[in-house]
């Protein structure tokens, strides 16, 4: 008998936040832009087709605002509730939440990957501690979902946590490489398990905005 499982991780629509520039911890995010919604309108459409072809087994969002906002539309269209892991947040942020990321970067001298063992504000985690939270997550979501369809809406630094997870990169990764992740787009990674249960991670997508329309892709 042959399985796959299959991880699709789809990140938030635009926010405010975003399109101003802040820092969108649970202070500074106050939720999806009217574009945003649009581009999560779109997303839900595509997820919903697929949900028909091969159903989602669970569905996962993360606690803050732009991503419940995403959710509940995308929940709508696949009629699948999805269950809030609060582990899945993006960074905690400290003192830099709700402040201009220009300003947070300039102080630091860079974005949070660029030294991820220090904090890049007061009261905040490191990006090698966030990397440890979100993939110790995203492992246990793997672990209980053996062969099923997992859907996660969720950060852009969701996306790279799982990307670290699955490429089994080293912890100081981010100092060479990142992943673009634009608004609503979409990546999967499928394992497939062959009668020989042999199973290989396999990146399928990454930052897939086909679903989206001519002057919804992010700028």
Same mark, same amino acid.
């Given at each position: 008998?042959?399985?796959?499982? @299959?991880?699709?991780?789809?990140?938030?629509?635009?926010?405010?936040?975003?399109?101003? !520039?802040? &820092?969108?911890?649970?202070? *500074?995010?106050?939720?999806?832009?009217?574009?945003?919604? +649009? +581009?999560?309108?779109?997303?839900?459409?595509?997820?919903?087709?697929?949900?028909?072809?091969?159903?989602?087994? &669970?569905?996962?969002?993360?606690?803050?605002?732009?991503?419940? =906002?995403? #959710?509940?539309?995308?929940?709508?269209?696949?009629?699948?509730?999805?269950?809030? @892991?609060?582990?899945?947040?993006?960074?905690?942020? *400290?003192?830099?939440?709700?402040?201009?990321?220009?300003?947070?970067?300039?102080?630091? +001298?860079?974005?949070? =990957?660029?030294?991820?063992?220090?904090?890049?504000?007061?009261?905040?985690?490191?990006?090698? =501690?966030?990397?440890?939270?979100?993939?110790?997550?995203?492992? !246990?979501?793997?672990?209980?979902?053996? !062969?099923?369809?997992?859907?996660?809406?969720?950060?852009?630094?969701?996306?790279?946590? #799982?990307?670290?997870?699955?490429?089994?990169?080293? +912890?100081?990764?981010?100092?060479?490489?990142?992943?673009?992740?634009?608004?609503?787009? &979409?990546?999967?990674? =499928?394992?497939?398990?062959?009668?020989?249960?042999?199973?290989?991670?396999?990146?399928?997508?990454?930052?897939?905005?086909?679903?989206? @329309?001519? !002057?919804?892709?992010?700028?």
């Amino acid at each position: 008998m042959t399985s796959t499982t @299959e991880l699709v991780i789809a990140r938030h629509g635009e926010a405010a936040c975003n399109l101003a !520039g802040i &820092v969108g911890g649970e202070h *500074g995010c106050t939720g999806l832009t009217d574009r945003g919604r +649009q +581009q999560v309108a779109q997303l839900a459409a595509r997820l919903a087709a697929e949900h028909t072809a091969r159903p989602y087994a &669970v569905f996962y969002s993360t606690p803050r605002l732009r991503v419940v =906002q995403s #959710a509940e539309i995308i929940a709508q269209a696949l009629h699948l509730p999805p269950t809030v @892991e609060p582990e899945l947040r993006g960074p905690d942020h *400290g003192d830099a939440d709700g402040r201009p990321w220009a300003d947070v970067k300039t102080a630091f +001298q860079g974005p949070p =990957q660029h030294v991820p063992d220090i904090p890049y504000a007061n009261g905040s985690e490191t990006w090698s =501690q966030y990397l440890r939270r979100a993939t110790k997550t995203l492992r !246990g979501i793997l672990a209980r979902h053996y !062969g099923e369809r997992i859907l996660v809406v969720a950060h852009g630094e969701t996306i790279e946590a #799982a990307n670290n997870l699955l490429l089994a990169l080293p +912890q100081d990764a981010c100092l060479r490489l990142g992943f673009v992740t634009d608004h609503a787009s &979409v990546t999967r990674w =499928q394992r497939p398990t062959n009668r020989f249960g042999r199973t290989i991670w396999q990146l399928a997508a990454h930052n897939d905005t086909r679903h989206l @329309e001519p !002057g919804d892709e992010q700028l």
